[in-house]
Nanobody, 126 residues
Framework: QVQLVESGGGSVQAGGSLRLSCTAS????????MGWFRQAPGKDREGFAA???????SYADSVKGRFTISKDNAKNTLSLQMDGLEPEDTAMYYC????????????????????WGQGTQVTVSS
């Protein structure tokens, strides 16, 4: 079991920045991949950033060059720095952990076994 608690999020104007954090706990946390997913109203939840247990990062094309995923193993914290935000980035954002989360070919993928945070809202106005 992995427990995930998110913080951050909020409202910002287009072009602005926000930072999300996710604190993880549980016996399997250190061996799992972690990532960020988001879900806009009426759309499926989609992954867009991932980081392996060894620190390898990958991104979906939709955020590459604008968002940065990182983790601090000493603090059990996953972070997401979001710059150049666009109205299309408006969604509920979720931290996730699982045996496999990665991005390739412009898209992100995950294992069936997945643990989710409670979600935090990000709203970008034009």
């Amino acid at each position: 079991q992995v427990q995930l608690v998110e913080s951050g999020g909020g409202s910002v104007q287009a072009g602005g920045s926000l930072r999300l954090s996710c604190t993880a706990s549980g016996p399997m946390y250190s061996t799992y991949s972690m990532g960020w997913f988001r879900q806009a109203p009426g759309k499926d939840r989609e992954g867009f950033a991932a980081i392996d247990s060894d620190g390898t990062v990958s991104y979906a094309d939709s955020v590459k060059g604008r968002f940065t995923i990182s983790k601090d193993n000493a603090k059990n914290t996953l972070s997401l720095q979001m710059d150049g935000l666009e109205p299309e980035d408006t969604a509920m954002y979720y931290c996730a952990a699982g045996p496999m989360i990665y991005c390739a070919g412009g898209y992100c993928y995950r294992s069936e076994e997945i643990y989710w945070g409670q979600g935090t809202q990000v709203t970008v106005s034009s």
